[in-house]
């Protein structure tokens, strides 16, 4: 960076950057982000006549593409540049274009504080990077959210350079498996990794003794014995498998081998997901306040989560010791439960032999505000004591400890943080969509906005639990570190203020192996191809498409003048960004899409006095607005009531049916749930370029990005899809299969939970490993927790109660 800006200084281009930055001058605005200063340019290289190579291709049209943002003081302008994803500079250049020095993170928090008239002498300063600093990191931006294959190439890389101490903590690390005090796997006669290596070779030898298909109980006493306890497998041929690769290991350690040993581990039986806010149920709960994409993730995830520790249980032949599979989904238990199960304590999850849904109350010293469903903004000042009284339904329920806590969103990822530490669990985090990225200077102007979201609250509680947490799971690598072009929810973490309360200097080291890629599937029990004609049920088919396409009912709005148009069909619950509005206003600027398609949207409400959330009543408002001003009547149908899971997998196939597609027009989305159900049903679908979701789709392959913010872009794009499949009826068809497809090959739960399990297993022998310094991290997050988030969470407990 330091020579590019030094050819701008000492060419002709150091002019064009003095009249840029003095027309920005001019514009009165101290603080620009990406697409203003690149608007800026633009208009600059027009109004300036270059060429049109200067845009892109001039020294100063580099520094411009690598900027993301320009803060503007009296002597200086200081350029935060990115020149590649997880990597951000600080550059101040003087006003009178002398030079242009690099800054460090903490002199660019103190003028982003200075912009925002909130500059303060002394300010706490949190800096994380300390505890990175030991640990095993990755080099390659490329590699990020590939923390698994990292650690396993890692590991073998040090078995070969210094295989004594690195076999000893493998050693030490097999020796600590047991289950309720139960060893497992090794007993007290093998004392050493010498003991290990011979007594292998002996069992070896007895096992190629055996039939293959001999049961372990036969021989168990003799494996016994030789200092093997049970959990290599359940036949003669599964424990010979397991100690082979394990010998291989030791003798010749690879990637390949160390996955596959690791893979046949048992050390997962009891496994807890904490997902807190909305409504944690299996029926009547869908569409309600909060409750969609994350609720339906948990649940099919608990599943898959239940029936892979079944199987890994008897594969390793501990099902004669009556070791059980046990999951539980931990959230709120809602006392006005408005008629759902969210008041019962206890609730099996459907399709399940010991999954469970355990609701806790929140305690009683709010019941006004506790008995009742509770915004994820509002509820931070119960997670403390919902923890301590988790902790003890915990126990009780499972019968011991648990080996895996899972936090979702960042309510779920403080409570896994807290339960975690205590019960000395691993400690996973899945944050499905961080709210930084999402409200613009959400931490700049945080005081603001507090009254509404109390971001002081959940940006504090998000640096505590992606820190503790021993993984990460996310859906797509764009989730850590975006694209050359935005920034990553998790790296938006890196550097930031929050004005009078704190710097962060180093809140995240996105290069840790911590960091796993692993998307979730889609239950296809119930979002299946609508070609799979024996699988639907003729009712729910006729019934679903009337629901669609003509019957009455006080929650549907609009009647649809001609049946025979393509539908585009469009689901999500209606806030602004989600973008139905924009949706609705693409389809209304353009008669062309109006001449041949419908367009069916599905929400969760109709009116605005449905709604609590102001914002959502105005989205709700602008889309009836919208619907008056192009004259859609006729031409849009719209459905505001949640549909039960099965009836949203008929709704994706009856849209199928009539050769429609499906629009997801959100401005961002960080994956998106609803992409993958439209997919597996078949739909060609059209989704937002702006986050992780673009990962789903190879567009023009099996489905189609599009730009929300340009209607008429986006508008043609669907055209020249309908216009093609017109011309060529194959070509619908050919978009649904490559669909239907790439959900089949990439997104399915089986191999999440595989991946899932495996990181558990792998991260559980690195935090031995690395136990001093994780133990140091723990206690400066609870100083973190103590000192700024319970007092804070304390003072919004007194404004609620007051307000009660």
Not at 186 to 192: C, D, H, L, M
Not at 211 to 217: C, D, K, T
Not at 303 to 321: C, F, P, T, Y
Request: charged residues 20%.
């Amino acid at each position: 960076m330091y020579e590019l800006v030094q050819a701008i200084l000492k060419s002709a281009e150091k002019t064009d950057l003095r009249r840029l930055l003095s027309e920005l001058r001019a514009a009165q605005k101290q603080y620009l982000l990406r697409n203003e200063i690149l608007q800026a340019f633009g208009e600059y290289c027009n109004h300036s006549q270059k060429p049109a190579h200067f845009y892109h291709s001039s020294s100063l049209g580099k520094l411009i593409h690598y900027t993301h943002e320009i803060l503007l003081e009296a002597e200086s302008t200081w350029f935060v540049v990115r020149t590649r994803v997880a990597s951000q500079e600080v550059w101040r250049l003087r006003e009178d274009l002398s030079s242009m020095e690099l800054m460090t993170p903490q002199a660019l928090l103190d003028v982003r504080d200075a912009i925002a008239n909130r500059s303060q002498p002394r300010i706490l300063e949190i800096d994380l990077s300390s505890f990175y600093d030991p640990l095993p990191t990755i080099d390659d931006p490329r590699n990020i959210g590939q923390g698994l294959e990292f650690l396993n190439r890692y590991l073998c890389k040090q078995l070969f350079t210094n295989p004594e101490h690195w076999l000893e903590e493998l050693f030490n690390a097999l020796r600590r498996l047991q289950y309720d005090g139960i060893p497992l796997l090794i007993n007290v006669r093998i004392q050493s990794v010498t003991d290990l290596s011979q007594q292998l070779k002996k069992a070896l030898s007895l096992l190629n003794k055996q039939q293959p298909h001999e049961p372990y109980q036969n021989f168990q006493f003799s494996l016994q014995e030789l200092g093997f306890e049970p959990g290599w497998g359940n036949t003669a041929s599964r424990v010979l498998e397991t100690l082979e690769l394990l010998d291989q290991f030791i003798n010749s350690p690879n990637p390949a081998v160390l996955e596959a040993f690791v893979s046949r581990i048992p050390a997962n039986f009891r496994i807890v997901l904490v997902s807190i806010h909305g409504w944690v149920g299996q029926e009547g709960v869908l569409g309600r306040p909060e409750t969609a994409g994350q609720v339906a993730y948990v649940l099919d995830q608990a599943r898959s989560l239940e029936n892979q520790l079944w199987s890994d249980i008897k594969l390793a032949g501990l099902d004669i010791l009556g070791i059980q599979a046990q999951v539980i989904v931990l959230t709120r238990l809602i006392p006005n439960c408005e008629g759902t199960q969210c008041n019962l304590r206890l609730e099996k999850i459907y399709g399940t032999k010991n999954a469970w849904i355990l609701r806790v109350p929140f305690p009683e010293f709010n019941s006004q505000v506790t008995q009742n469903w509770i915004s994820k903004f509002e509820i931070w000042p119960y997670l403390e004591t919902f923890a301590i009284d988790a902790e003890r339904e915990l126990l009780a329920q499972l019968g011991g400890s648990p080996n895996l806590i899972i936090g979702n969103y960042s309510d779920g990822g403080l409570v896994a943080f807290l339960l975690a530490r205590r019960l000395k669990a691993i400690q996973c985090n899945i944050a499905h969509s961080l709210e930084k990225t999402k409200h613009l200077f959400s931490d700049l102007y945080w005081q603001e906005l507090e009254e509404q979201y109390h971001f002081s609250l959940q940006f504090t509680a998000d640096l505590i639990s992606m820190n503790a947490a021993n993984f990460i799971i996310t859906s797509s690598f764009q989730e850590i570190v975006g694209t050359p072009d935005t920034v990553g929810q998790y790296e938006s973490y890196k550097c930031f203020t929050m004005p009078q309360l704190y710097h962060v200097v180093d809140g995240i080291d996105l290069f840790s192996p911590k960091f796993n890629v692993v998307p979730p599937g889609v239950n296809e029990n119930i979002f299946f191809p609508y070609s799979q004609t024996e699988d639907r049920v003729k009712s729910d088919k006729e019934r679903v498409c009337e629901l669609l396409t003509s019957s009455d009912s006080p929650d549907i709005l609009g009647h649809l003048d001609n049946l025979s148009k393509r539908p585009i069909f469009s689901l999500a619950p209606i806030h602004a960004i989600k973008n139905l509005t924009g949706l609705a206003e693409c389809f209304g600027k353009s008669k062309d899409l109006q001449e041949c398609c419908n367009l069916i949207l599905v929400t969760g409400k109709l009116h605005p006095d449905e709604s609590t959330s102001l914002e959502q009543k105005a989205e709700i408002q602008k889309l009836h607005d919208i619907i008056d001003q192009y004259h859609l009547h006729g031409k849009i149908r719209w459905l505001g009531m949640p549909l039960t899971s099965r009836d949203l997998g008929e709704a994706y196939r009856a849209i199928a049916d009539c050769s429609g597609i499906f629009a997801h027009f959100a401005s961002f989305e960080a994956f998106g749930l609803t992409i993958l159900e439209a997919m597996i049903s078949g739909l060609p679908t059209f989704t937002t370029q702006f986050g992780g979701s673009s990962e789903i789709i190879q567009d023009g392959e099996n489905g189609f990005h599009i730009n929300p913010t340009n209607l008429a872009e986006t508008a043609e794009k669907i055209l020249d899809f309908i216009n093609k499949c017109d011309t060529n009826p194959q070509y619908w068809q050919e978009i649904s299969n490559r669909a239907i497809e790439r959900v089949h090959d990439k997104y399915n739960w089986q191999v999440h939970t595989k991946q899932l399990l495996l990181c558990a297993r792998i991260q559980g022998f690195w935090s031995s490993v690395y136990q001093e310094n994780r133990e140091a991290l723990l206690r400066y997050l609870e100083v973190l927790f103590y000192l700024i988030y319970k007092p804070r969470a304390e003072k919004l407990l007194e404004q609620q109660m007051q307000r009660s």
